[in-house]
């Protein structure tokens, strides 16, 4: 059964510092999809990235980059130089790959962010 | 990103009665699905729809029906409401890139 844990319910820190959030994952599928969603006071659910189960290369955009570790299931996501408005709760994500499938997506339970000033 | 819109944006409602939420999209995508979102759970899918008149159950279908009579509309159902039905409710559709993509949400309260 595929799972997603997010370890880390609240973070807090002040502004300007660096922070990761963390996600480990569980699949028995060998080609898989893993994401990261952030979801502002608004409420809505933004997209920030999907990585590839065969694609380990680290991405990096912006002050926003990810870490993506087959060997030890984690796909964590740090930032950089962080501002008031990355408050928010962080949703890592994973789904199996190909478009011809259902591609449910399982979200772990959440990471709230809190940036104070 | 796909254009979603959910409709109500939010509902108070009466336990036992019937309740409809509608997730309209502009883009075509063949995927569609409905989570719920509840504190210390992340979302939870409760339907999905892989095409017109196609759907299959998710994790938490109990107590929801959908419906999915044209690729732009998904209808999610709640025959019946329960308290425990009160929750955030959030329609996505998918890419070919097997992205998905959300809707602002629907806040339904069951009192």
């Known amino acids: 059964a595929q799972k997603v844990t997010q370890a880390q319910t609240e973070i807090s820190v002040v502004e300007k510092e660096d922070v990761t959030l963390d996600c480990v994952y569980e699949t028995r599928d060998t080609t898989y999809y893993l994401f990261w969603y952030k979801q502002p006071p608004s409420g809505e659910l933004v997209f920030l990235i999907r990585?590839?189960?065969?694609?380990?290369q680290n991405e990096i955009s912006g002050r926003y980059s990810w870490n993506f570790q087959k060997s030890t299931s984690s796909f964590n996501f740090t930032i950089t130089a962080s501002q008031v408005v990355d408050s928010a709760v962080y949703f890592c994500a994973l789904s199996e790959a190909g478009y011809s499938s259902a591609s449910k997506i399982i979200f772990g339970s959440g990471t709230r962010l809190s940036i104070r000033p | 990103d796909a254009g979603i819109t959910q409709s109500p944006r939010h509902k108070v409602t009466e336990t036992g009665t019937p309740v409809t939420l509608r997730c309209h999209q502009t883009?075509?995508?063949?995927?569609m699905y409905w989570y719920r979102q509840d504190p210390g759970h992340g979302l939870r899918l409760i339907h999905y729809?892989?095409?017109?008149?196609?759907?299959d159950k998710g994790e938490v279908s109990d107590g929801y029906s959908v419906s999915r009579s044209k690729t732009e509309d998904f209808l999610l159902t709640l025959e019946s409401a329960t308290s425990s039905q009160t929750s955030v409710y959030f329609c996505?559709?998918?890419?070919?890139?097997?992205?998905?993509?959300f809707g602002a949400g629907t806040r339904l309260s069951v009192l």
């Open positions: 883009e075509n995508h063949r995927y």
């Open positions: 990585r590839n189960s065969f694609d380990e």
């Open positions: 729809s892989y095409g017109v008149k196609d759907t």
């Open positions: 996505a559709t998918r890419d070919t890139k097997n992205i998905q993509y």
